[in-house]
C-alpha cells in the first residue's frame, strides 16, 4: 500500500504523461527520450523499493521461523534432560534400597541434591532457547522496518526522477 502523497504522485505521473503522448506529435525525439527515461527511472525505483521490502519481509519469516524451532529444540532437549534426570534418581534409589540402607539421611541427601541439580539444568535449557528465540525475533522486527524503510526510500527516489527529469525538461522547453 502506498501513501497518499505517492498516490498522487502517480495521478500526477499519469497526467503528465498523457500530456506528453498529446504533446509529443509536436516535441522532438530527444525530449520525448528524456521523458521516457524519467517514466522508467521513477517506476524503477519504485521497484526497486518494494523488492528490497519484499526480501528483508522474507527474511524476517525466515528469523520468525529459526526462533520457533529454536524454542521447540530447547524444550525437547529439557524434556530427554528430565528423562536423564528420572533415570539417575531411580537408579541411585534402586542402588540404596538395594543395599538394605535407609533412605534416609545422606541418601536422601544425595537425590535431592540429583534432582535439583537437575531443575537448574533444564532451567538452563529453556533459558538458553528462549534468548535465543527473543533474539531471533528481534532481527525479524529489525528486517520487517529496514524492509519499510526501503520501500519508502523507493518512493522518495521516484519523487526525486520524476521531479528532477520534469525540471531538466522544463529548462530545455
Known amino acids: 500500500m502506498c501513501p497518499p502523497l505517492f498516490a498522487a504522485i502517480g495521478a500526477g505521473l499519469a497526467s503528465a504523461a498523457s500530456a506528453a503522448g498529446s504533446a509529443i506529435s509536436g516535441i522532438g525525439l530527444g525530449t520525448a527520450a528524456s521523458i521516457a527515461?524519467?517514466?522508467?527511472?521513477?517506476i524503477g525505483a519504485i521497484q526497486q523499493?518494494?523488492?528490497a521490502k519484499?526480501?528483508?519481509?522474507?527474511?524476517?519469516?525466515?528469523?520468525?521461523?529459526?526462533?520457533?524451532?529454536?524454542?521447540?529444540?530447547?524444550?525437547y532437549q529439557a524434556?530427554?534432560?528430565?528423562?536423564?534426570?528420572?533415570?539417575?534418581?531411580?537408579?541411585?534409589?534402586?542402588?540404596?534400597?538395594?543395599?538394605?540402607?535407609?533412605l534416609d539421611g545422606s541418601p536422601s541427601d544425595v537425590i535431592g541434591s540429583t534432582?535439583?541439580?537437575g531443575a537448574l539444568d533444564i532451567?538452563?535449557?529453556?533459558?538458553?532457547?528462549?534468548?535465543?528465540?527473543?533474539?531471533l525475533n528481534y532481527q525479524a522486527r529489525l528486517a520487517n522496518i529496514a524492509g519499510r524503510n526501503a520501500q519508502t526510500g523507493?518512493?522518495?527516489?521516484?519523487?526525486?526522477?520524476?521531479?528532477g527529469g520534469l525540471g531538466r525538461l522544463g529548462k530545455t522547453a
Open 115 to 117: 534432582a535439583s541439580e
Open 154 to 163: 523507493g518512493y522518495f527516489n521516484a519523487a526525486g526522477s520524476l521531479f
Open 37 to 42: 527515461g524519467t517514466g522508467l527511472s521513477t
Open 123 to 135: 532451567a538452563a535449557i529453556r533459558w538458553n532457547a528462549k534468548n535465543q528465540a527473543n533474539n
Open 79 to 102: 524434556s530427554r534432560k528430565q528423562d536423564q534426570i528420572d533415570s539417575t534418581i531411580g537408579t541411585q534409589t534402586a542402588l540404596t534400597g538395594g543395599s538394605g540402607v535407609n
Open 49 to 51: 523499493g518494494n523488492a
Open 54 to 75: 519484499a526480501q528483508a519481509d522474507a527474511q524476517a519469516e525466515v528469523y520468525r521461523r529459526q526462533a520457533q524451532i529454536e524454542t521447540m529444540t530447547g524444550e
